[in-house]
């Protein structure tokens, strides 16, 4: 069976350091992911999708990146963190095609101070 | 970009009583899904609809899907205190990527004992 691990669950960083987020995920080849931050436990905002390795789209810009090094490896970046990151930021992954589910990992709560 | 309204936005209720949750656009859906979401944890998939009219049980949820695929509900018989959660209804643009989910902001359920 298909599993999506996410760490850290919890990340406290000063303003102005650097952020690296990890997602993986088991069992099942070529999935498409995606990152996404809840804010105030409401409705997701898509950050970025890749639909395949190297293959980054970025929906909303700001000082965050991603990067997809190898298949089932997606990463979220920052060389200097802002307040406004502070925020719960989710890992998903689909087997693609209309209508595909997402399958989400357990979240990272991220506190900028 | 399509917007996707759901309501109502809070909704608290006492167990065993019945309650349903909305979910529309003005665009037309391919296809929708409905998540739960429970604190500090990512959304969990609950189903997925595709034909316009369709109807979907789980257990006590009953899923609609709307005739002209711009809706959806979700009603909820003898709500007990483990259906809280935060309740999201992302869907699929008709026409549109077959990547990206649209979001609403979700109705936050409460039910009490």
């Known amino acids: 069976s298909q599993t999506i691990h996410q760490w850290p669950a919890t990340l406290v960083q000063p303003v102005g350091s650097p952020l690296s987020l990890e997602c993986t995920v088991e069992g099942t080849s070529n999935p498409n992911l995606y990152w996404y931050r809840q804010a105030a436990g409401r409705g997701l905002q898509l950050l970025f999708y890749?639909?395949?390795?190297?293959?980054i789209s970025s929906e909303v810009p700001q000082n965050l990146s991603a990067s997809r090094p190898q298949d089932r490896q997606f990463i979220l970046s920052s060389k200097k963190l802002l307040l406004s990151d502070s925020g719960f930021y989710l890992c998903a992954w689909s087997a693609g095609g209309p209508g595909s589910p997402l399958h989400f990992g357990n979240g990272t709560r991220l506190t900028v101070t | 970009t399509q917007l996707l309204e759901q309501s109502p936005q809070f909704l608290s209720i006492q167990e065993g009583e019945n309650l349903t949750v909305y979910c529309n656009s003005s665009?037309?859906?391919?296809?929708l899904q409905w998540y739960r979401q429970e604190p500090g944890e990512g959304p969990v998939l609950l189903v997925t609809v595709v034909t316009g009219g369709e109807v979907k049980k789980l257990k006590r949820l009953t899923f609609q899907f709307g005739d002209a695929r711009k809706d959806s509900s979700l009603h909820i018989t003898a709500a007990q205190t483990g259906d809280t959660g935060l309740y999201l209804c992302p869907a699929y643009n008709s026409g549109g990527s077959n990547y990206k989910l649209t979001f609403g902001k979700g109705t936050l359920l409460t039910v009490n004992p």
């Open positions: 890749s639909v395949g390795i190297g293959q």
């Open positions: 665009s037309v859906f391919s296809s």
